[in-house]
């Protein structure tokens, strides 16, 4: 894998291991112990403790799923929206492959009402550098390939091979390093960012929806999805009021 796509994508530093327990893990530690390149990616080919959003944690088979995380500098770019960089990043790079996919804020990736895909985003920086010295955001992203109803792992989630698009690990990988690299681009200007947001409003399926966001295990809130802010929050209008949420587990109620 590591070859064809080093033959691809030029300045993205290609790493592969045949089993890790989490690619975001390892690079993470990299970063922290220093010397890790920027625009490395580790990928996994197979993943036994991969790290989800709430301390979730899954698995992914041998063959059947992409697992890879991804080291960008931070310097000089608006990294408050490196999640949205990241997720439009990936829809746009399955859509380049064919699948009708778009977004559950903040960054699960669905195929209709389903999961093909989740991101997290984390920043590390080296253990001795100082304050933002060498600052460097992991995106981490697993996507569904080619598992059947039979061995996709979580109930509701779909892989590209379910949804009708047969593709190779390798070409959604690449699909989505190139898209990344645009969307990264945009994290600079003023201009590029907003237009940035704008794409991810448009491939955002939450805006419109009536959500219950789960804040912690003592607050949950409840109304209708209005907008994303320009700085990525989600904006929920909550009994009249408009509540502005970073963070939180967003369900789409019916």
């Not at 922290?32 to 080919?45: E, F, S």
């Not at 981490?140 to 996709?152: E, R």
Request: glycine share 14%; charged share 20%; with cysteine.
């Amino acid at each position: 894998m590591g070859d064809l796509l080093g033959n691809q994508l030029g300045t993205w530093k290609i790493d592969v291991v045949e089993r890790t327990g989490s690619t975001n893990s390892d690079l993470v530690a990299r970063v922290r112990r220093g010397g890790c390149p920027d625009h490395t990616v580790l990928i996994g080919l197979a993943q036994d403790t991969g790290k989800g959003r709430l301390d979730r944690a899954w698995s992914t088979p041998s063959g059947s799923a992409v697992a890879m995380s991804v080291a960008v500098p931070l310097t000089g770019i608006h990294w408050e929206l490196l999640p949205v960089a990241a997720g439009v990043a990936v829809v746009q790079g399955l859509g380049d492959l064919g699948a009708d996919a778009g977004l559950k804020w903040p960054n699960d990736v669905l195929i209709g009402d389903r999961k093909v895909c989740g991101i997290l985003v984390e920043v590390a920086q080296p253990a001795s550098a100082g304050p933002r010295a060498g600052l460097m955001g992991v995106i981490g992203i697993g996507v569904n390939v080619s598992q059947t109803g039979d061995t996709v792992e979580f109930p509701g989630a779909v892989s590209l091979s379910m949804a009708g698009v047969q593709v190779t690990r390798e070409q959604v990988v690449a699909a989505i390093l190139i898209r990344l690299r645009q969307t990264m681009g945009c994290l600079e200007a003023e201009q590029d960012r907003l237009a940035l947001v704008q794409d991810y409003r448009e491939v955002c399926r939450t805006v419109g929806q009536q959500v219950r966001v789960v804040l912690g295990e003592q607050e949950v809130v409840e109304g209708r999805a209005v907008d994303i802010g320009e700085d990525g929050r989600l904006l929920v209008d909550v009994a009249g009021q408009v509540r502005a949420f970073s963070s939180g587990d967003v369900v789409h109620l019916r």
